[in-house]
């Protein structure tokens, strides 16, 4: 249990800032690599035999959560799905053309919007058309995020045929209220019918989303939703701060007539929620996330060997991973690509043989080395600093070194040499600490509307 009981502090530290599920942040990126740049590290990640992962974002959901920030189209038009599969396998059909040989694939993830908006016949037609241009690896993991409102037998069915595994259900609060409040009502008795359903068709884990600090909720509402949660004992769970960005999310907006929990308040629901979960014997790993006790993420954790990339927690380091579809994010370990948001353009782009990317970011050495520093922090609650501080600029290393100085005074972080160590006092604020070394957050400020507050 991490409780912040100071309140100073945490009115000092509950700013905007990023998530860090990449590094740079995205506002921060210089522009769109040069193509031939981007291809020459992914050829020799594919020639030096080292695997891939695959995200595919599917943007359709059928209704609207209005708390969502995600990148979605709400439609019930299931006669999309045709045109944006053909894109998506396009996009994947570029990129195997400009690679000399077929990539070793580690993981596919299918996320959204709703994965499962996708029929069984289009989800087998995607992953059959995906793995057909691709070696598997023998031990590869395929995952979805569903909406158990939606999800039908056939899909699960059809999952399990492909060899999907991992399954993440978006329950975000069993509370009628609150889910009338964000329209997305579920009850608890269809949710515990499919995770029984899920386990029967031998899904090897389950995650829960579940966010904190949406409207309506209290101490009260969320202890009933966290005992619902722990009476079907999913394998992982993601405990995501709700991000109040209505600049972005402009459904949000109808989220401010209701009472939200902030600053304190919001704090307490998740020190609450996270006191029940490690009762239960749930760890907690770095920001957001619990898993059970055996799950090889905790033994990740425990070897100072967790990694993170846009899809959250993982046991392996993996710094290539290729995003396909519409506002999907590439990753090469020396920069990042970003796909066209909107999807017709997205698809005029595929058809026209042309990479649909429309931002992204060439790595400098400084930046290596802050992702690093950040990834340890994180990831793994501690991280070797010295490289990373020999690489900054004079004026920099000082304005770094007085941060550093800061947090220690506050007591969340320890340093021992160069070797910064997060105090039990520093977990909830991960993203604050990362916020201090940031070379690039520190000369260019915060723009406002930029990110979400940190608590
Ligand atoms: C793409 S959705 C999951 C799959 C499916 N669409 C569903 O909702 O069931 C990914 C997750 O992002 C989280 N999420 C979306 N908007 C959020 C916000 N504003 N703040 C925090 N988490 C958010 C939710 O927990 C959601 O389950
Ligand atoms: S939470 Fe999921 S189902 Fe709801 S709008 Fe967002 S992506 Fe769609």
Known sequence: MH??????????????????????????WNGVPDKSDWFEELKHSVATGRAIE????????????????????ITKNHELEENYI????????????ELDELPKIAAIHLGGGTPNFLSAKNIKRLINGITSKAKLLKNHSLSIEIDPRTIKVEQLKMLRELKFDRISLGIQDFDPDVQKAINRVQDFKMISELVLTCRNFGF???????IYGLPLQNKKSIQKTIKKVLELAPERIALYSYAHVPWKALSQKSLEKYPLPLGREKQELFELSEELLEKAGYLKLGLDHFSKENDPLNQAFKNGQLHRNFMGYTVQESPTLIGLGASSISSSGNGFVQNEKDIEKYQENIQEGAFPWINGHTSTLLDVKTNQVIQGIMCNLSSETYDF????????QEKVRKNLLELIEDGLINMSGSKISVTERGRPFLRNICMAIDPRLIEKGITDHCFSKSI
């Open 204 to 210: 090897k884990a389950i995650n829960f989303d579940l």
């Open 54 to 73: 695959l995200y595919l974002h599917i943007p359709f959901c059928e209704s609207l959560c209005t708390y969502c920030g995600c990148h979605k189209k």
């Open 86 to 97: 053909t894109a998506l396998l396009g996009e994947w059909d570029l990129y195997i053309k």
């Open 3 to 28: 409780a912040i009981n100071n309140e100073s502090l945490l009115q000092k530290y509950n700013k905007a800032g990023p998530r860090y599920t990449s590094y740079p942040a995205l506002p921060h």
């Open 389 to 396: 501080i020999l690489n900054l600029e004079k004026d920099l």
